[in-house]
C-alpha cells in the first residue's frame, strides 16, 4: 500500500486535496490544494497543513489541522493534475 492509497502514509510536502467542505469555515473548500507540514494521523488522526494562494505564495490557512477523511494526497496521474490546474484557475485574475 502507498501514500496514495492510505492516508496514513502521507509525507511532509506532499500536496494534499480536500474533499469536502468541512472547513469552508475557515476559507477552504472542496477542492482546495494545501501542503502537508506534519503528519499525525498515527497519534491523533489529522495532518498539519498550509493552504495558499498558488500564484501571489498569500496564505488563505497558514497552519490547519486536516482529518485523515477529509483529504487525500495529490499524485501524478492525467486525473489530478487536472484538478491541480483547476484549483490554480481559482485565483487567477
Do not use: H, W
Not at 499525525?40 to 485523515?68: H, L
Amino acid at each position: 500500500m502507498n501514500k496514495y492509497q492510505n492516508n496514513t502514509l502521507v509525507e511532509e510536502m506532499d500536496a494534499i486535496i480536500l474533499l469536502n467542505d468541512n472547513y469552508a469555515d475557515q476559507g477552504l473548500f472542496k477542492g482546495y490544494i494545501g501542503i502537508v507540514m506534519a503528519n499525525f494521523i498515527k497519534k491523533y488522526g489529522f495532518v498539519v497543513a498550509d493552504f495558499s494562494n498558488p500564484f501571489t505564495g498569500g496564505c488563505i490557512q497558514p497552519v490547519i489541522e486536516i482529518k485523515q477523511e477529509d483529504f487525500r494526497v495529490i499524485s501524478g496521474s492525467v486525473a489530478d493534475q487536472k484538478l491541480v490546474k483547476e484549483f490554480k484557475d481559482l485565483f487567477r485574475k
